[in-house]
């Protein structure tokens, strides 16, 4: 399949599709952007792979006070209407294709990323170029960073396959999970989250969280702050002095007293 061809169905998918889904909504859309929001912090760095009209870079720049979100897709109209239709100062469109337009990737970022994620796209990407793939994805991210991905199950795929094979689009695959954490490991992708969603049907789709540090570490840094280290030492004697020693009298000496 050429990369003109892709692209041109996904500029004849803006109308066809992705304006409905900016109209009444789609659930399996608010699903996939209610797990990226979990791991989102105010200054995140996200990529936006396959962004379509920018409906989850929009959600996903609401949340941000320091942060920047990237949207790219490999529709130049679908990033001429996220252009037009979401004006938020977090948010950056660029028409690219992931794969054979990276150094324009690398050059529109401005620092390394924090998160990527890819909603329905990773089924879209051909196969034989996803260690291609995750390779370019550990050389534009942050050395603690995440790959968030969200697609159809298995069984899923499968049932449309049999069942209404005009639903998949240009390049539509099975994606077994198996497979996908073996070309991802090499390029230091370990698994974080793997998960069945029901959206219309039962374990109809996939949340699939890849972390590129999986070391153990504290996840809670020594404060720097003055005031906080206050109140952490004052919280630390209160349950030192008050909390560990009534529960001390309440649930041994209280009940082992005869």
Do not use: G, M
């Given at each position: 399949m050429e990369s003109n061809d892709v692209e041109d169905f996904y500029d004849d998918f803006l109308e066809s599709r992705m304006i409905q889904y900016r109209i009444y909504g789609n659930p399996r859309i608010e699903q996939a952007t209610e797990r990226i929001l979990s791991y989102l912090h105010s200054d995140s760095r996200v990529l936006d792979v396959g962004c379509g009209i920018g409906i989850v870079p929009e959600r996903i720049a609401e949340q941000l006070e320091d942060g920047h979100v990237w949207g790219i897709d490999i529709s130049e109209r679908n990033i001429w209407y996220a252009r037009e239709t979401i004006s938020k100062g977090e948010t950056t469109f660029f028409a690219a294709d992931i794969l054979e337009e990276k150094q324009k990737v690398r050059d529109r970022l401005t620092e390394p990323v924090d998160?990527?994620?890819?909603?329905?796209?990773?089924?879209?990407?051909?196969?034989?170029?996803?260690?291609?793939?995750?390779?370019?994805?550990?050389?534009?991210?942050?050395?603690?960073?995440?790959?968030?991905m969200t697609y159809p199950s298995p069984q899923y795929q499968r049932h449309i396959k049999k069942n209404n094979p005009k639903e998949l689009q240009v390049v539509d695959q099975i994606i077994e999970f198996d497979e996908l954490l073996e070309i991802a490991n090499p390029f230091g992708f370990s698994l974080q989250h793997y998960s069945l969603e029901t959206v219309w049907k039962r374990n109809q789709y996939v949340h699939?969280?890849?972390?590129?540090?999986?070391?153990?570490?504290?996840?809670?840094?020594?404060?720097?702050?003055?005031?906080?280290?206050?109140?952490?030492?004052?919280?630390?004697?209160?349950?030192?002095?008050?909390?560990?020693p009534f529960r001390h009298w309440k649930y041994i000496e209280q009940v082992f007293s005869d």
């Open positions: 998160i990527v994620t890819l909603v329905d796209v990773i089924e879209h990407i051909p196969k034989e170029r996803h260690s291609e793939l995750f390779c370019f994805f550990r050389s534009i991210t942050s050395d603690q960073a995440i790959v968030i699939c969280v890849l972390q590129t540090n999986d070391t153990l570490s504290s996840p809670h840094p020594e404060p720097k702050d003055f005031a906080e280290r206050i109140t952490n030492r004052v919280q630390a004697l209160w349950r030192h002095h008050v909390l560990y």
